[in-house]
């Protein structure tokens, strides 16, 4: 069999998402740069990076870098920074980028790449991940639950795949985006607010009932805007998911704990804001909001 050709490829935003991403291509023998903060570089580029799951753990050799101008030499980036940040971390970007590089999102939210080509006039592509994965040090990442991405142009699902992640190919991608953000509304304010993992969530008849409701709010807010979601069940989809993903906290309380901004106007915020400009009432999603909100004052 002949060896694999790989594209060069960069990871703009070596956080959790970003390093695993990066570090399972990496560990396939793909040419990885990931491109992120400093502590995680300096221990990347002394010991590699260190991947853990629930039953086994690795090293893996792979180049890193705290400048944003090392995506120069890459064929296809990997954009991974919180939602938050996209634009200005696009604008970071953009000037590095060489003639025909592809841009992928591999972010939470359902509009980064119209963001991104608004602000640099990249032309961005969206992609879905369903990824439970946490920094546990300076180069380590703790993986706790999946790792599936969706894809709208089968030629990226070849290279996922030749890295054992698995990778569909959808000709919905909105749908998809907004499927995914569905779940992140019923899972990621009530994991931040409690504390608690996906399992505990789904396990208690007043939270789960509580995280469905949010899924209602939100499918009806979907169609509201046209989206033709993938599921006719969230509802089922959401409880899918949390058995799927037991052990694992959502990114918005990982923010919380941390002492940072979460992402949670990409998710319920969204989501209110949308219901508001479509007349569709979005309460439960509205205090979910709300009082995530709060919290991330109390705690940045």
Same mark, same amino acid.
């Given at each position: ?8 490829? =960069?990871?703009? $935003? ?11 291509? +990496? ?40 400048? #944003?101008?090392? #995506?120069?030499?890459?064929?296809? #980036?990997? &954009? ?5 940040? @996209?634009?200005?971390?696009? /604008?970071?970007? =953009? ?12 972010? *939470? $939210? #359902?509009?980064?790449?119209? /963001? ?25 990442? /703790? ?5 599936? !991405? ?9 290279? &996922? ?21 569905? !779940?992140?509304? +019923?899972? *990621?304010?009530?994991?931040?607010? @409690? ?7 789904? $396990? ?9 409701? =949010? ?30 993903? $037991? ?8 923010? !919380? ?9 990409? &998710? ?9 400009? !479509?007349?569709?009432? @979005? ?18």
């Amino acid at each position: 069999m002949e060896p694999r050709v790989w594209p060069r490829i =960069a990871v703009m $935003g070596a956080g959790a998402v970003g390093c695993y991403y990066g570090g399972m291509l +990496a560990r396939a023998g793909a040419p990885v740069t990931l491109i992120g903060r400093t502590p995680h570089v300096e221990a990347i580029n002394r010991n590699g990076l260190l991947i853990e799951t629930a039953d086994s753990q690795w090293q893996t050799p792979v180049a890193a870098s705290a400048d #944003v101008a090392a #995506v120069g030499e890459a064929d296809v #980036v990997l &954009f991974c920074v919180k939602n938050r940040d @996209t634009e200005d971390a696009a /604008r970071q970007m =953009a000037p590095h980028l060489k003639p025909g590089a592809i841009v992928l999102s591999l972010q *939470n $939210g #359902v509009d980064n790449a119209e /963001r991104i080509r608004a602000a640099t006039g990249i032309a961005a592509l969206p992609a879905v991940i369903y990824v439970a994965v946490a920094m546990a040090g300076p180069g380590h990442v /703790r993986h706790s639950g999946r790792g599936d !991405l969706i894809v709208e142009n089968e030629e990226f699902a070849p290279m &996922f795949i030749a890295a054992n992640i698995p990778c569909a190919v959808s000709a919905n991608i909105k749908g998809e985006l907004w499927a995914k953000l569905i !779940l992140n509304c +019923a899972y *990621n304010p009530i994991s931040a607010l @409690t504390r608690a993992q996906y399992e505990r969530i789904l $396990g208690n008849a007043w939270t789960r009932d509580l995280m469905f409701l =949010a899924v209602e709010e939100a499918v009806a807010v979907a169609r509201a805007a046209g989206v033709r979601l993938p599921s006719a069940n969230m509802v089922e989809d959401a409880v899918r998911l949390g058995e799927a993903m $037991g052990k694992a906290t959502s990114s918005t309380a990982q923010d !919380l704990a941390r002492g940072k901004r979460t992402e949670i106007d990409a &998710f319920n915020g969204y989501v209110a804001r949308r219901g508001a400009e !479509l007349g569709v009432p @979005t309460p439960v999603n509205r205090t979910l909001y709300a009082l995530v909100k709060l919290l991330e004052e109390t705690v940045s």
